[in-house]
C-alpha cells in the first residue's frame, strides 16, 4: 500500500507567527497511510531551520499535525513513513502580513474580438478564458468600449463565468492604455465638444512645468488626456507594452512611458505581453530601473491576443485577491498585489514583479494553479459549467480556506 500513496496537504498556507492545523491526505480512501503516530518535519527553505511534530492518525484517514512559524517563506514537509523511511510530501508556505488572506487568481486583461482587429466574438473569448482557467478578464478592443459590455453580459447568462472587468484599449499619439473597470467609452469622449477644452487645458498646464529629458509638452499632452479620461469614467489605467517595436520604432515615446509614471497619471505597466521577448526583457529591465529609483510601480501580464489560440494563455495576471469576486480583484489591482506572468510552449513558467509577491506566486503555481489549469483544459464541454466550478472551488477552499 505505502508504494502506491498518493498524498496531498491541506491547507498549503499560514499566516506568519499563526499556528495552523494541517492534514496529509489522500486523493482516495483506500490510498492512506495506515493508522499509527507519525513523526513529521517541516524545513524552512529560507532559514533551514527544522521543526520536528506530531502527526495524528484519525479515522477518515488523514494524518494531521500543527505547524506556526514567524519566518516567512516556502517549508518542505516530510514524513517518517512506518519502517522509518522519511519521504518528501510537498510543500506549505508561510505568508506574511501583507498576503494573508489572499487568494492567488489568475486573470488576462488585454483581450480583442472582432469589435477591434480580432478574430472571435466576446462570448467566444470569454469560454475560451475559462477553458484556459482564468478567473478573470477584461475585453480591451482599440478604442471601443462596448465589446466588453457585451463579454459581461453574455457572460451572465452561463452557469459558471469568470469574472468579466469591462475594459478598453485606448490610443493616444504613440502609445496604448489598457483602461479595466470603466463606466464607459473613454475614446468616446473624444468626439465630445469639451474635447478640445479639456486638451488644451492640459497643454497651459504642462507649458508651466519642467518635464522629464525635455519632453514637450504637445507629445506628452495627448497622453495625459487619455489617462485623466480613463481615470474620469472610473477605470485603471495600464500603460500597455511600453518596449513594443512597430515600424522599427519602440510604440511608445519613453520619455512619455517615464513622466506618466512619475506624474502618477497611470495605475501601473504592463510588463509582460505579446511583444518580442527581448521587448519584454527591456521592460522587465526598466521596471527593475523603477524600483531602483524608489517608484513601487504594480504590474501586470496581459496576452494582447487577437483569437482564442493566438497568445491566450501564455501571458497573464496573478492578482492575489482577498475575496473570489469582481471586488476582490480590483481591490488587489488597486493594490498593487499583482505580478506578471508568461510562459512560452515547452518552457516553464516565468514570473516578475516585487520579490514577496513572485517567491509566493512560484509556490502556488507549482503547488496549486498548475493543477487547477489541468482540471480546467481536460474538462469536456459537458462538464465545464458546476461541476467543474465545483472542483476548483473546492481546491481554493481546501488549499487556502482557513484564510
Known amino acids: 500500500m ?39 518535519t517541516i524545513l524552512s527553505k529560507v532559514s533551514r531551520e527544522a521543526a520536528c511534530v506530531s502527526g495524528n492518525w484519525r479515522e477518515d484517514g488523514r494524518v494531521h499535525f500543527r505547524y506556526g512559524s514567524d519566518i516567512a517563506g ?118 465630445n465638444p469639451g474635447y478640445q477644452a479639456e486638451r488644451d487645458e492640459i497643454l497651459s498646464e504642462l507649458a508651466q512645468r519642467q518635464l522629464h529629458d525635455n519632453l514637450p509638452a504637445a507629445l506628452y499632452g495627448d497622453a495625459v488626456w487619455a489617462a485623466r479620461a480613463a481615470r474620469g469614467v472610473g477605470a485603471l489605467t495600464y500603460l500597455a507594452h511600453p518596449f513594443w517595436v512597430a515600424d522599427d520604432q519602440f510604440h511608445v515615446d519613453r520619455r512619455v512611458a517615464t513622466q506618466l509614471l512619475l506624474d502618477h497619471e497611470v495605475d501601473g505597466i504592463e510588463l509582460i505581453g505579446d511583444v518580442e521577448f527581448e521587448d519584454n526583457l527591456l521592460s522587465v529591465s526598466w521596471y527593475q530601473q523603477l524600483l531602483a529609483q524608489g517608484m513601487d510601480v504594480p504590474v501586470v501580464g496581459n496576452s494582447d491576443t487577437h483569437g482564442q489560440l493566438h497568445t491566450f494563455g501564455r501571458h497573464w495576471t496573478i492578482a492575489f485577491a482577498r475575496e473570489y469576486s469582481q471586488e476582490g480583484v480590483l481591490e488587489a489591482l488597486r493594490s498593487g498585489n499583482t505580478v506578471a506572468c508568461t510562459r512560452a510552449e515547452g518552457e516553464d513558467v516565468r514570473i516578475y514583479g516585487s520579490l514577496p509577491l513572485v517567491e509566493y506566486a512560484y509556490f502556488c503555481q507549482r503547488a496549486f494553479l498548475s493543477q487547477k489549469a489541468r482540471l480546467c483544459l481536460q474538462a469536456s464541454p459537458s462538464v465545464a459549467g458546476r461541476e467543474l466550478s465545483d472542483t476548483v472551488a473546492g481546491l481554493y477552499q481546501r488549499s487556502f480556506g482557513h484564510l
Not at 498524498?7 to 499566516?15: A, C, D, F, G
Not at 491526505?25 to 490510498?31: H, K, L, T, W
Not at 484556459?132 to 451572465?156: C, N, P, Q, V, Y
Open 2 to 40: 505505502i508504494e502506491h500513496l498518493s498524498l496531498h496537504i491541506e491547507p498549503l498556507v499560514t499566516p506568519v507567527g499563526c499556528e495552523t492545523e494541517f492534514a496529509l491526505a489522500p486523493d482516495r480512501p483506500e490510498r492512506r497511510l495506515p493508522e499509527r503516530s507519525y513523526e513529521i
Open 74 to 191: 516556502e517549508c518542505i514537509v516530510s514524513v517518517a513513513y512506518p519502517g522509518g523511511q522519511w519521504r518528501r510530501m510537498g510543500s506549505i508556505y508561510v505568508v506574511p502580513t501583507s498576503l494573508a488572506g489572499r487568494l492567488p487568481l489568475q486573470g488576462d486583461m488585454h483581450i480583442h474580438t472582432w469589435y477591434s482587429d480580432g478574430r472571435a466574438s466576446p462570448l467566444d473569448m470569454v469560454l475560451r478564458g475559462r477553458e484556459l482557467g482564468m478567473d478573470f478578464l477584461a475585453i480591451t478592443d482599440h478604442d471601443k468600449w462596448e465589446a466588453s459590455a457585451e463579454a459581461r453580459d453574455a457572460a451572465a447568462g452561463l452557469e459558471t463565468p469568470p469574472i468579466v472587468l469591462l475594459g478598453e484599449e485606448v490610443s493616444f499619439n504613440r502609445g496604448h492604455i489598457v483602461a479595466v473597470n470603466g463606466r464607459q467609452s473613454v475614446a468616446a469622449k473624444r468626439v
